[in-house]
């Protein structure tokens, strides 16, 4: 009898563990990492970004996503393939808080507002009279570096945003986590960093002048 007793007392443990050891697998399973809250941030940032997009003013990033802080600059570089004038964008790290960001690439409303100081000098003072020069390596040498020089007018050195409402963006990035880096690689090529040159970002071209070569199509009666 005692063995019988001994017997049933141990299968009732045994049922007992199985049934914990069961619970406490399917909790294992079902058990999920939490988001921490710089993600739950970042999904809500995601969500109202998509409500942005390229040929948008800056005021309207800013109604949706305003800044935590004044973004940092880093202006227009002159960057010249094949012979033709190029442009990386100016691009600015758009801090939504201490832990999420944004990189944005801008058309400038106003280039003159990141100017380099020495360049307006440059253009405000007349150039001296000089006598015609022999073309030697020197001196062409010389003549590249000044054209580079025009080209590059722009600050070099990571700026303060202007945040002029009127720039128009070119790109944005997704939302980041990470810590942004103090210089950052630029995201766009363009022909035109600022609205000044002619062609405005998310407008339709204006026809330009027909070229002397063309020849207009024959009239048919």
């Not at 005692?2 to 045994?14: D, P, Q």
């Not at 990033?61 to 570089?77: M, T, W």
């Not at 007349?126 to 590059?152: G, H, Q, Y």
Request: proline share 8%.
């Amino acid at each position: 009898m005692g063995t019988t007793r001994t017997l049933m007392v141990s299968m009732m443990r045994a049922a007992v563990a199985a049934v914990l050891c069961g619970a406490g697998f399917t909790s294992c399973a079902s058990f999920q990492k939490e988001k921490s809250g710089a993600e739950l941030r970042k999904e809500g940032y995601e969500a109202l970004l998509k409500t942005v997009k390229a040929g948008m003013y800056r005021r309207q990033l800013y109604a949706v996503l305003p800044p935590c802080e004044k973004p940092k600059a880093q202006p227009p570089s002159f960057c010249g393939i094949g012979g033709v004038t190029m442009y990386w964008a100016h691009q600015e790290t758009h801090k939504l808080d201490p832990e999420c960001h944004l990189t944005v690439c801008y058309q400038l409303k106003n280039g003159g507002e990141y100017r380099r100081r020495n360049e307006w000098a440059l253009r405000t003072t007349k150039p001296p009279a000089t006598k015609p020069f022999a073309l030697t390596p020197d001196t062409i040498d010389a003549l590249l570096k000044a054209e580079a020089f025009v080209l590059t007018e722009f600050a070099e050195d990571e700026v303060p945003s202007k945040e002029n409402p009127d720039d128009i963006i070119m790109s944005i990035s997704g939302v980041h986590l990470t810590s942004p880096l103090s210089k950052q690689i630029p995201m766009e090529i363009t022909i035109s960093p600022t609205q000044q040159q002619g062609f405005i970002l998310g407008r339709r071209t204006e026809k330009g002048p027909d070229l002397p070569m063309t020849v207009e199509p024959a009239k048919t009666r």
